[in-house]
T-cell receptor, first 114, second 114 residues
Framework: AQSVTQLGSHVSVSEGALVLLRCNYS??????LFWYVQYPNQGLQLLLK??????LVKGINGFEAEFKKSETSFHLTKPSAHMSDAAEYFC????????????FGRGTQLTVWP | DVKVTQSSRYLVKRTGEKVFLECVQD?????MFWYRQDPGLGLRLIYF???????EKGDIPEGYSVSREKKERFSLILESASTNQTSMYLC?????????????FGNGTRLTVT
């Protein structure tokens, strides 16, 4: 079975500080992993994805994530936070018998202080 | 760009009413999904569909039904709306090779049942 745990429902950082959003997954098959971002009153947008190959994945807006199989983790990072990064972030895993379906974590709300 | 359009951004309905939420995608995607989003609970899958006239239950199908008469349109139906169905509803679509082109979301419909 597939599942995702996002540690920390709220994360606050200062502008210019490192952003680290944690995601651990459980999967009975080799996982495909995704990070989505949701700005207020909008749907979700894909930030980045891991399918196969390089374990360090770069996405949009300067975000990146590293797939660590031994730790079953896919943490999202950005070296320097910007005010525009304030949003809710969702980690998701796919795979298993139901192709195309994503299992989402509960989300992490990122606040960026000036 | 893929566009997923949900017909209403905000809806207010009364308890017991039959409610239709409409979703249309313009990229000929095979897969379509309805998620419900509640604070602290993330996204939970209600129903999904892999093809016209096909539907599969997700994690929380009780009180909902769906219809997919055309490939581009996926409707969510609340047979008799209740206050506990007040929520944000997100429609999404993906092609068969979802791992290369994962879920594309609409902007959501915020439903209030009074």
């Amino acid at each position: 079975a597939q599942s995702v745990t996002q540690l920390g429902s709220h994360v606050s950082v200062s502008e210019g500080a490192l952003v680290l959003l944690r995601c651990n997954y459980s999967s009975s098959v080799p996982p495909y992993l995704f990070w989505y971002v949701q700005y207020p009153n909008q749907g979700l947008q894909l930030l980045l994805k891991y399918t196969t190959g390089a374990t360090l994945v770069k996405g949009i807006n300067g975000f990146e994530a590293e797939f660590k199989k031994s730790e079953t983790s896919f943490h999202l990072t950005k070296p320097s936070a910007h005010m525009s990064d304030a949003a809710e972030y969702f980690c998701a895993v796919s795979g298993g018998s139901t192709l195309g379906r994503l299992y989402f974590g509960r989300g992490t709300q990122l606040t960026v202080w000036p | 760009d893929v566009k997923v359009t949900q017909s209403s951004r905000y809806l207010v309905k009364r308890t017991g009413e039959k409610v239709f939420l409409e979703c249309v995608q313009d990229m000929d995607h095979e897969n379509m999904f309805w998620y419900r989003q509640d604070p602290g609970l993330g996204l939970r899958l209600i129903y999904f569909s892999y093809d016209v006239k096909m539907k599969e239950k997700g994690d929380i199908p009780e009180g909902y039904s769906v219809s997919r008469e055309k490939k581009e349109r996926f409707s969510l139906i609340l047979e008799s709306a209740s206050t506990n169905q007040t929520s944000m509803y997100l429609c999404a679509s993906s092609p068969t090779d979802y791992y290369n082109s994962p879920l594309h979301f609409g902007n959501g419909t915020r439903l209030t049942v009074t």
